[in-house]
């Protein structure tokens, strides 16, 4: 049995007796007296705590300790005490919110039932917040690197349908971020305290998917010894997200389509409809109009999953995003590998910036990952990169001197002005953009789309 803390607040020292001698000493709790709502409310913090209050006395009247006790943690449960003299009273916490109540004199059996019924609805409320917290904890890492207009333009997407329930369809290169954005849509919307599946036909047996996917019955195929739920029952509440949504094969699409248009899964070996209430996402590095063409893939399938479609762009479009995700991926792979990061040279930021990454951002987290291997606490130069990296300067982004900016008494325009303040300042900051940002007296995001402009390397 786990063991709990007890706060015991009352007058009545044959009371007090008994449950020290029950709780504490025959089943192990800890039971510590207190004088007032205040020491018990002080003590209570964050643990556990069940908390027992005598309204026995005539000073413990129960409007006046609830508006004390309003902001009680999860993790406290309350039972009040009393006697024949005080059952309006006791009714009254009851519907005031007391989770159980007392009424002395009692008999043992009922004592032991009402704190066994407490302390296991405790553990539940403690179970559900190491659940919650968990669940929370697996979408830390959903913060989307947007910086470039075309990530912006994504984000607002997500922030357009993160409520509704309608299917999304994301398309992209492998490695572009899919299931990064299927997640945000889930963790930033009011299902993100439900479950979430990602889930990918490559890494299951083709003739397991149908089982996987919408769970069979015990018996419906040899090696089937028990009933199984499969994950859209298991999400239920929730979000799915099925990656290369193509790969699905003519039943599977006939499943699916049953789902989404009748809220219910049909588990294999089973006539027997569930009704679930789950959020399909969709995701392919294929065009899936082709598919259809082709008769690869169920149109009405595709329109189904295609009523809100999202374009994720690969990472070779999406400009100053990626020194954004190199810093992020530079300070976590050194904070992993217990390294200070001391950031990248000039040389490193320009072949990252100007390199095509075909791998997307899997590609560059690679990358870096190696590089700080290598670099150990050193600044990560272009040595330090993968050797295809490298090549990738691009010599018509070299500054220009202010003579040659200003001579034969030619007019500049004041875009060209503005264009080769923002490359000196560069230059001179040595890549430190917060710096060179300062220097220039505009925001860093203003100075993020400045180099974008006017294709400055970094």
Known sequence: MTKHRLLL???DDALKRSLHQKLEKNWGHTVRNVSSV????????????????DIASPE????????EMRNLPETASLLVIGDATTQAALAQSMKLGADDYLEKPFEPLRME????????????????????EEMLGRFEDTTVVAESREMQLVLRMVEKLKDRDIPVLLSGEDGSGRELVARAIHARGKRKMKPYFMFTSASVPEDLLAGE???????AFPGAAQRKAGIFEQADGGTVYIDEIGDFDADLQARLLHLIEFKEVRTIGSDNATRVNVRIIAGS????????????????????????PIHVPPLRDRGTDIILLAEQFLERHSSEANIAAKGFSREALEAIYHYPWPGNAQELDSAIHRAVSLAQGDIIGLQHLPIAVHPFKDASM???????????????????????????????????????SRELDISRSTLYKLIEKYGISL
């Not at 205040?38 to 209050?53: A, D, N, Q, R």
């Not at 996917?213 to 018996?219: A, D, H, R, V």
């Open 398 to 436: 070299e500054l220009e001197t202010e003579g040659k900016l200003f001579h034969d008494n030619k007019i500049v325009s004041l875009d060209r002005i503005k264009e080769q303040a923002v490359r000196r300042a560069v230059e001179i900051a040595r890549g430190n953009l917060a710096h060179a």
């Open 38 to 53: 205040e020491e018990m409310l002080s003590l209570c913090g964050e643990l556990p705590t069940v908390l027992v209050i």
């Open 213 to 219: 996917l919408f769970g069979y019955e015990k018996g």
């Open 60 to 67: 413990r009247n129960p409007a006046a300790l609830f508006k």
């Open 9 to 11: 607040l009352s007058d």
């Open 113 to 132: 039932a009402v704190f066994h019924q407490l302390l296991r609805r405790l553990d539940l409320e403690v179970e559900i917040l190491r659940m919650r």
């Open 285 to 308: 590095s294929h065009n899936l109009r082709d598919s259809v063409r082709n008769k690869e893939f169920r149109s009405d399938l595709y329109y189904h999953l295609a009523s809100f």
